[in-house]
């Protein structure tokens, strides 16, 4: 578990890095689209690569839970990621930029 959540999190760091490149605004609005990316990884990783194709069935995941549930649960959890994790970097972005006499 502890493995999944280092590969989560670089997942997440990932989207919210591509994310900060863009203004406060998108980058805000577009967290949800991004927090896809990470869940889609969890839900992979948890019930298989195929479980799109198996979304209502029960007991497909390896919690014996229906992928749905998996991929909303994993979906929550990377908005939470990607959120903060999003603001830090483009703070930091900023931060840089502001450093080195650019915006």
Known sequence: MTM???Y????????????SRADW?????????GALVPAF???ASNC???FAL?????????TGQEAQQVFA???VMGIIAVLPLGVLVKLGRMALGVRRGGE
């Open 25 to 33: 605004a998108k980058m805000l609005a577009l967290v949800p689209v």
């Open 73 to 75: 649960a994993y979906f």
């Open 54 to 62: 198996h979304l209502f069935e029960p007991g497909v995941c390896a």
């Open 8 to 19: 989560f999190a670089i997942v997440a760091l990932g989207v919210a890095w591509f994310l």
């Open 4 to 6: 999944f959540l280092i």
């Open 41 to 43: 990884f969890g839900t």
């Open 48 to 50: 298989g690569p195929s």
